[in-house]
């Protein structure tokens, strides 16, 4: 039953950071590149089980999209520790979404 708690609060954390960060990507992007055709869509969220790293699986529009998004990472997490209220924040790695 213990690891089933522990397995449900991760899963809570994904959704959580899924949902945030979708928002707070989406107001960077319309804020500061209004005028490119840039679409992100935040498809996977892994946290380790200690909670401390989430993977944030992305399908982007362009590789200029993602890899604006990776050079921002910090104020990403800056924002979302912000709208989020965790003891730790974890640390939020962005890869590309590959299907299959």
Known sequence: MFVDQKDQRRKKLEHLIHQE????LYHILCSEHSKEDLRVTVM???SSKDLRKA?????????EAFNMIRQKS???????AKRVSLRRMPEINFLPWAEG
Do not use: G, N
């Open 21 to 24: 960060i979708a928002q707070v």
């Open 44 to 46: 996977e969220v892994h």
């Open 55 to 63: 993977d944030v699986f992305l399908s982007t529009s362009s590789p």
């Open 74 to 80: 910090a104020k990403i997490r800056f924002i979302l």
